[in-house]
């Protein structure tokens, strides 16, 4: 195995929202990976996760990146974004000036570097027309810099089957377990090792919802999910606020017992 130590960095899809532990922590597409890994290294393989949900790209880049660059890893994993482009200041084309920077400085550390396209999680979410566009423009810069730096890219937005429902939680925007199994796959493969098979079985579609109980759905969703988001965003607040790096220095993995089935 090439890589001995692998550093996580990013907002609440590397955290690894809404895929629960047993003890209510949350495991996700980057422990899988580094699971994986770590088999493939042996114990000496060190793993870092410094995701926090809620960060905006600034605070990504702020709080995490120096801290990844300090560890001096083989493999860092970079995504973030997400929650910049939900909101009515964001400029897409300047996150992306600001990533080719960053990718730029870990290249030039000598890390291997993962990006992500972002799969189409607005296909469920209000917002589309305003939003949509903005993702599309950052997929497409995220892609240039791959190539531009030599990174390797994990094109989810490709990937059509991230439009089954059953990988996405209750609240329509993180990923379910079966959702951050696929991606972690997804991952491995791009590095050139063969995942899980189960990890890319697809789950079968729900069957269609009636249109009164889908309106009602949407009605709990908006209640439950959206209401709560809003507050925030109206009292500066972020869901991340109280919340530290699971993983937040470099050590052997699993220190816990990871499924990979």
């Not at 905006?56 to 702020?62: C, T």
């Not at 240039?144 to 059509?160: F, M, W």
């Not at 997804?186 to 189960?198: C, F, H, K, N």
Request: proline fraction near 8%; aromatic fraction near 8%; charge should be positive.
């Amino acid at each position: 195995m090439r890589w001995r130590t692998f550093v996580a960095v990013g907002d609440s899809f590397t955290e690894g929202l809404d895929d629960p532990y047993p003890d209510g922590g949350f495991r996700g597409w980057a422990d899988l990976v580094a699971a994986t890994l770590a088999a493939g290294a042996g114990p000496d393989f060190g793993y870092a996760n410094l995701a926090i949900r809620g960060r905006l790209f600034d605070n990504v880049v702020a709080e995490q990146v120096p801290t990844a660059l300090e560890m001096r890893p083989d493999l860092v994993s970079f995504a973030a974004g997400g929650n910049d482009v939900l909101r009515r200041s964001c400029d897409p084309y300047a996150l992306i000036e600001r990533a080719d920077q960053v990718i730029k400085e870990f290249r030039a550390s000598g890390a291997d570097v993962l990006l992500f396209r972002f799969a189409d999680v607005m296909a469920r979410l209000p917002g589309q027309r305003i939003v949509a566009p903005r993702v599309a423009v950052l997929n497409r810069g995220i892609g240039e810099i791959a190539d531009r730096h030599g990174a390797t890219l994990v094109d989810l937005y490709a990937d059509e089957v991230f439009g089954n429902p059953v990988l996405w939680s209750a609240d329509r925007l993180h990923l379910s377990a079966a959702g951050h199994r696929r991606v972690a796959a997804r991952v491995l493969t791009a590095l050139g090792i063969s995942p899980v098979e189960s990890w890319l079985v697809v789950p079968p579609r729900p069957a269609p919802t009636p249109w009164l109980a889908a309106r009602g759905a949407d009605l709990r969703w908006m209640r439950q999910y959206l209401a709560p988001w809003v507050r925030r965003r109206l009292t500066g607040r972020s869901s991340g606020d109280t919340i530290t790096a699971k993983r937040p220095t470099l050590g052997p993995y699993p220190q816990r017992q990871s499924p990979v089935d």
